[in-house]
């Protein structure tokens, strides 16, 4: 039996758990991999006869996770696979202060999530199915704050601004190859997540933009995860997906 199978970061919360919902449907094959399991997902899977497996792995040791991702991907027999495509999903905001007032701990590990995971993964994803005949996509969750500098937002913006350049080299690559992988860098718009909580609750004496962050919650202009998660599901599944390397999902039309 064959399926469609998608590698999915930061599944446990927020707009991953719900693609990774979503993505819970007969004849596809779910990979999670996120600091915990989630056992909502695994009876989901259950009900919808959807193969579901989830990986408890600290995203910031990045060498260890994408070679565990490699071999795991060499292992599979692609002949029982109808496509495969990684979701990198995860990503943190350290302390919403100035850089100056940052501690560097916090500044390295929220690179390590959201910006050398994303790019270990993806070099790991494509070594391994090189040399697979079926279509292999990549899609990177990105940000608005990935192309519009913020204060108090150096470590998240630097690490978005980095997944849409790589994604762009990535492109490149890809193209010169017979059996490239599609790449898209996607922001997926303003979510109701925990992320967007830990601005607007931020102290806007260190964060200018706090007050923006909560008229957004208060005039009801952000997206649910359940939502959002729908929007770039819909934009992967698009027959033009990765002829635009950088993309905002508000943009589709």
């Not at 795991?72 to 979701?87: C, E, F, N, Y």
């Not at 790019?119 to 990105?142: C, D, G, M």
Request: charged residues 20%; hydrophobic residues 50%; glycine residues 6%.
């Amino acid at each position: 039996m064959t399926n469609h199978l998608y590698i999915l970061t930061g599944a446990s919360r927020g707009m991953g758990l719900a693609m990774a919902e979503q993505l819970l449907v007969e004849g596809n094959r779910l990979l999670c991999i996120s600091r915990h399991k989630n056992e909502a997902l695994k009876a989901l899977a259950v009900k919808n006869c959807s193969w579901l497996e989830q990986w408890a792995l600290d995203l910031a040791q990045t060498e260890f996770v994408a070679d565990t991702l490699r071999v795991w991907l060499r292992s599979l027999d692609p002949a029982q696979i109808k496509s495969a495509t990684l979701i990198n999903n995860a990503g943190m905001i350290p302390a919403v202060v100035p850089l100056r007032a940052s501690d560097p701990a916090a500044l390295a590990l929220a690179l390590r999530v959201g910006l050398e995971a994303p790019l270990l993964l993806t070099a790991a994803f494509l070594s391994a199915t090189e040399s697979w005949t079926v279509p292999r996509k990549v899609l990177n969750i990105s940000s608005g704050l990935g192309r519009r500098a913020m204060a108090s937002q150096a470590a998240y913006c630097a690490a978005k601004a980095g997944m849409d350049h790589f994604t762009r080299c990535l492109a490149l690559d890809e193209a010169r190859l017979p059996n490239g992988a599609r790449v898209c860098s996607l922001a997926p718009g303003v979510i109701d997540t925990d992320m967007q909580l830990q601005l607007r609750s931020a102290d806007a004496a260190a964060f200018p933009d706090q007050a923006a962050f909560a008229q957004l919650k208060a005039k009801g202009q952000l997206s649910t995860a359940s939502d959002a998660a729908k929007h770039v599901l819909a934009w992967l599944a698009r027959p033009d997906f990765g002829q635009q390397a950088v993309a905002d999902v508000r943009d589709a039309g």
